[in-house]
Nanobody, 124 residues
C-alpha cells in the first residue's frame, strides 16, 4: 500500500505562484509514474500533468502548459507541481496519483493510488 500526502496549497491572488508537493510512503517511489489531477466544484476531475518514473518524460494539459512544471526527486520520494501565473480558473483541489506501470498517463483509471488532495484558491 502506498500513501500519498500532498501539501503546499493555499489562497493566492491571480498571477502568483505556488509549489505543491506530494510525498509517498515506502521505498518503491522511483518505479512509479506520477501525476497531478484537479477537481473544481461541480466539475469532473481533470488531468493536469504527469511525469514518468525517471523524470525523463512529462506531459501537460493544454490549459496549464507553459505555466505549470511537474518534477520529481526520487531520493525524497516526492513529486512537485510548480504553478506560475495562476488564474482564478486554476482554483480546485489538487491531488497526486501514482501509476505502478511507471509511465504516467492522462487517464484516471491508470492510477493505482491517490492522495487526499490540497486546496488551491486563486482570487481575481
Amino acid at each position: 500500500q502506498v500513501q500519498l500526502v500532498e501539501s503546499g496549497g493555499g489562497l493566492v491572488q491571480a498571477g502568483a505562484s505556488l509549489r505543491l508537493s506530494c510525498t509517498a510512503s515506502g521505498n518503491t517511489f522511483s518505479r512509479y509514474g506520477m501525476a497531478w489531477f484537479r477537481q473544481a466544484p461541480g466539475k469532473e476531475r481533470e488531468f493536469v500533468g504527469a511525469i514518468s518514473w525517471s523524470g525523463a518524460t512529462t506531459d501537460y494539459a493544454d490549459s496549464v502548459k507553459g505555466r505549470f512544471t511537474i518534477s520529481r526527486d526520487n531520493a525524497k520520494n516526492t513529486v512537485y507541481l510548480q504553478m506560475n501565473s495562476l488564474k482564478p480558473e486554476d482554483t480546485a483541489v489538487y491531488s497526486c496519483a501514482a501509476d505502478l506501470s511507471g509511465w504516467g498517463s492522462r487517464m484516471l483509471d491508470d492510477y493505482d493510488y491517490w492522495g487526499q488532495g490540497t486546496q488551491v484558491t486563486v482570487s481575481s
